[in-house]
């Protein structure tokens, strides 16, 4: 068994990352699932289908969500998920922390939540050109 990642976003931001991240990788290791969140949808439907995608991506080892931007709609719906049983949602996506992530696939869900944060981090660097 392994981690469960659920990606929710803005319109198909998580899709457009994950897809860059396969494209690099040759292949996702974990089973994955993208929720778009459009300025149209109605929330409570879209939270109806995590809950769905995280009954289904849970087999046991729990659910990493990751969302792009904390307090907005994507967020709000990845954070009722925490009522769910071993669900850690973390705010702020990017393609370092996904790629982070999808490079350890073998991980437990707080060992993973942490490579996610680091990668994350760790992937926001200032380019100063030098002159």
Avoid: F, W
Avoid at 18 to 25: D, G, K, P, V
Avoid at 32 to 55: E, F, M, N, R, W
Wanted: charged share 15%.
């Amino acid at each position: 068994m392994s981690v469960g990642l659920m990606i929710i976003t803005h319109n198909h931001i998580g899709e457009d990352l994950l897809n860059t991240a396969r494209s690099m990788m040759g292949t996702i290791p974990l089973e994955t699932y993208c929720l778009a969140v459009s300025q149209s949808g109605d929330p409570d439907i879209l939270l109806g289908k995590a809950i769905d995608a995280y009954h289904r991506l849970h087999q046991g080892d729990g659910v990493l969500v990751l969302t792009d931007m904390y307090g907005s709609t994507p967020s709000n719906i990845a954070n009722r998920l925490t009522q769910q049983p071993k669900v850690q949602v973390i705010a702020g996506l990017n393609l370092p922390m996904l790629v982070r992530v999808l490079n350890y696939p073998t991980l437990r869900l707080h060992e993973l939540v942490n490579k996610a944060i680091s990668g994350g981090h760790d992937g926001i660097l200032l380019c100063e050109t030098h002159s």
